[in-house]
């Protein structure tokens, strides 16, 4: 059981570890909605596209100074083009 405690002129509630881990809720942005209950707290459903700029530059960052010798190497050979009749 949890109770309110006063944090400056708000209210807050302690949940206990267990509960936020069975919640799946650690290092989460909560969403808090009011239902005829009481209150549901659940983790912010983000969208696949709201990391796409974080996700790219750690991608960047993590392959810096390292050269992409397969793929690219193959995709500019032009050797083959030789067998085609323009």
Do not use: C, F
């Not at 708000?10 to 009481?38: N, T, W, Y």
């Not at 700029?53 to 991608?59: A, F, L, P």
């Not at 083009?81 to 323009?86: I, M, Q, S």
Request: no cysteine; aromatic share 4%.
């Amino acid at each position: 059981m949890s109770t309110l405690i006063a944090i400056g002129n708000s209210q807050g509630i302690r949940i206990p570890k267990p509960i936020i881990k069975q919640a799946h809720l650690e290092d989460s942005e909560l969403e808090l909605i009011i239902v005829e209950e009481g209150l549901l707290i659940k983790p912010v459903q983000k969208t696949s596209r709201g990391s796409w700029v974080s996700d790219i530059e750690q991608v960047y960052s993590s392959h810096a100074n390292k050269k992409d010798s397969a793929l690219l190497e193959d995709m500019l050979d032009d050797s083959d083009l030789e067998d085609y009749t323009w």
